[in-house]
């Protein structure tokens, strides 16, 4: 049984998806242990896959070896059997070839989390998903591709206990983004305090939702439209989380100003249209309310939650001390590890 399905996404890059992902998977796995927790990449860079699988030249050496086998028990092996069978049913879908217990392959990680990992070629898999979903015959043909990945993940949690879902997505909108919305309910977006995440948050919107007065050119071939006449459903909006990041080293109060202009931009379109977002069991009637509720900052998701990921490992069983990322030896104290902790419990707390 599925508890919730969130797709990690944001169509701008840099903003730590894949970082987030691998923090969210493994600390919500470590703290609800009598649940199951699986991660499904959708990313054709595979980050999140990579520092899952042990990380550094392990999670690399993994990945190209998962990558390599015929068929590949990777997302993009899943889908070009999918693609074998063009828009026919899948029948029953071998759930263990594709998706892998994480502790098998990185024993550093708990063993409730799994993985459907990601894989580089997938974006060579664009094309012939879309010739699939845009076929004239059969009529249903867009949903029947658009709901995959939605079945994949239906086959790995079919049977008893309960199952938190996490979808690592690419930037842009591919056509193989579209499937990672499709196989969500909610989404979690990562953003950084600057201009062009501001921007980030109207072009969301208007991708997935659409927006304003329809264009009798393009507007049936946008993703509102198509999943309107297939009867499927977009993910709403679950948690905007705000990343800071060491590259940002402007003062706090641009910082802030910044902050304050992407919350003024999600609480106008909230005003707007609040079917976007996911309800709350009370109503948001002023900006104040509705920042606490749908915005949560990783205020130090910094050196600490790095490390961890370029070591494969969870951010609580993190030690002080210095480590070696890429040739450099970088410090990590131990206060600076529980802020860490405590920042990604916040979002987990949240989902």
């Known amino acids: 049984m599925i508890r919730e399905r969130y797709a990690i996404w944001n169509n701008k890059g840099g903003v730590g998806k894949s970082t987030l992902t691998f923090h969210l998977g493994t600390h ?6 009598d649940e199951e927790v699986l991660v ?19 999670g690399e050496s993994k990945l190209i070896e998962l990558e390599t086998r015929d068929p590949a028990p990777t997302i993009a092996g899943y889908i070009a059997e999918r693609i074998k069978g063009g828009t026919n049913p899948p029948g029953a879908i071998d759930a263990g070839l594709w998706c892998h217990r994480v502790s098998e392959i990185n ?10 990992p990601g894989d580089g070629n997938l974006e060579l898999l664009a094309a012939p998903i879309s010739y699939y979903a845009n ?8 949903a029947a591709v658009h709901s995959w990945v939605r079945e994949l993940t239906d086959a790995v949690t079919k049977g008893d206990g309960k199952w938190t879902v996490l979808i690592d997505s690419n930037p ?21 305090a600057d201009d062009s995440s501001r921007h980030a948050v109207s072009a969301i919107v208007r991708l997935l939702y659409g927006v304003g007065k329809a264009n009798p050119v393009y507007d049936k071939f946008t993703f509102r439209q198509q999943t309107q006449d297939a009867k499927l459903q977009a993910p709403r909006c679950h948690l905007f989380v705000g990343n800071r990041f060491t590259q940002y080293k402007g003062s706090a109060k641009a910082y802030s100003a910044l902050s304050e202009a992407v919350g003024d931009e999600l609480y106008s379109i909230y005003g707007k249209t609040p ?18 509720r749908y915005t949560v900052d ?26 070696d990322v890429h040739g450099q030896q970088v410090e990590v104290r131990k206060d600076r590890i529980k802020e860490c902790v405590d920042s990604v419990a916040a979002v987990c707390d949240r989902i």
């Open 298 to 323: 990783v205020r130090d998701f910094n050196t600490a939650g790095v490390v961890a990921a370029h070591k494969g490992v969870l951010l609580s069983s993190l030690k002080d001390g210095c480590y």
């Open 275 to 292: 079917t976007f977002f996911t309800p709350r069991t009370t109503n948001t009637d002023n900006r104040k309310d509705f920042l606490s």
């Open 40 to 58: 499904v990449d959708m990313c054709p860079q595979a980050n999140s896959t990579m520092m899952l699988l042990g990380s550094g030249e392990k």
């Open 107 to 116: 024993a550093n990680l708990p063993s409730n989390l799994h993985l459907v």
């Open 172 to 192: 842009s909108f591919a056509i193989y983004t579209e499937l990672a919305m499709i196989a969500a309910d909610k989404l979690l977006i990562p953003f950084n």
């Open 135 to 142: 076929a004239q015959f059969p009529a249903a043909a867009w």
């Open 28 to 33: 919500y796995a470590s703290t609800h242990p």
